[in-house]
């Protein structure tokens, strides 16, 4: 039997982080989540750890600890997404306001003192957000880097380009300092781009799939994306929300649901223009170094049973 991968979930809830957190706390067997981080993005940081908590209450989970992050990106202002998410980054089901506490621990301190408890190679950190909390810690402590197995981050475009500008993806964009500390770490970097994610597309069959599993989880998903489809029905005419942050998990229990391609990704944080681009050498045409695989693929139907399949277990 298999040992459950170590995590730490970095996240901003949001709908489709939401799902995520669920889809790791439907699988202790697989994932040992040793605690959620909280960042600025969707939401403002305030909110975005109320959702966590609010999650893992529905999940039966209050023993999850979870810990308040950066309140804003290194080097501008926060950008949030209320358009998408709605006002309280959750809109959709009613739940009920949580009970279980954040931890007092700043978030930063959390994954350091984590990561220096481990072994080498030990800890997966699953960013579902802005990369702030990462490269803070990383900033902080680099001593920390030798401590990550691998990160598994859901964010940056290729063929997709962007969802938030012309040029660039909603998390890299928000804070892109943060995220070319992350890609010029050295750690062994996944990554969920829209290229992906944007092909996990919640139909309505998908959608039923969840409200017929007749447990509050179920519904509560259901009623999500419900709500968090709105967005990209009207700007893509896909048929359903994209369920991207969901894929870093998802990747962690089948990894082979996805491909990619090892290659060079920069980001870029001088433009105004292309600000916070992923600029992913896909093709091969420069001689720089590769520092990610950048997913391009996904098996939706599994990724989808796979989904289902788990949250039946909540
Ligand atoms: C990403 O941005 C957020 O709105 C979602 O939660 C996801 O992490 C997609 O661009
Ligand atoms: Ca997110």
Not at 25 to 50: C, E, F, M
Not at 271 to 284: K, P
Request: charged residues 20%; negative net charge; contains cysteine.
């Amino acid at each position: 039997m298999s040992v459950a991968r170590k995590i730490i979930i970095d996240t901003d809830p949001g709908q489709d982080d939401a799902v995520a957190i669920l889809l790791a706390l439907a699988s202790p067997q697989d994932i040992n989540l040793l605690g959620i981080t909280a960042v600025a993005g969707n939401v403002h940081l305030d909110l975005t750890s109320k959702n966590a908590r609010i999650i893992c209450e529905l999940a039966g989970r209050p023993d999850i600890a979870i810990f308040n992050g950066c309140d804003r990106p290194m080097g501008r202002d926060l950008v949030t997404a209320e358009h998408v998410h709605g006002k309280s980054g959750l809109d959709g089901p009613i739940l009920p306001d949580p009970e279980m506490p954040v931890q007092d621990q700043h978030a930063v301190d959390f994954i350091i003192d984590t990561l220096r408890a481990h072994d080498s190679n030990s800890v997966t950190l699953c960013p579902l957000g802005p990369l702030t909390n990462i490269a803070m810690a990383f900033e902080k402590a680099p001593d920390i880097m030798g401590k990550v197995q691998e990160v598994v981050l859901m964010g940056g475009a290729y063929f997709e380009v962007g969802n938030m500008t012309p040029a660039a993806e909603f998390n890299i964009y928000v804070d892109p300092q943060a995220a070319k500390i992350v890609f010029r770490s050295g750690v062994p970097i996944t990554v969920m781009p829209l290229d992906v994610t944007h092909k996990a597309l919640v139909t309505k069959e998908r959608n039923d799939a969840f409200r017929a599993l007749g447990t509050n989880v179920g519904t509560a998903v259901a009623q999500m994306t419900d709500f968090f489809e709105r967005f990209d029905k009207e700007k893509y005419g896909s048929p359903g929300a994209p369920l991207h942050d969901p894929c870093v998990i998802a990747y962690l229990l089948q990894p082979e649901l996805f491909s990619g391609r090892h290659i060079n990704v920069e980001i870029e944080t001088q433009s105004e223009l292309t600000m916070g681009m992923t600029v992913a050498d896909w093709w091969g045409v420069t001689d720089r170094a590769p520092n990610a695989t950048f997913m391009g693929d996904l098996d939706a139907d599994g990724f989808f049973s796979l989904l289902t399949e788990r949250l039946g277990r909540l």
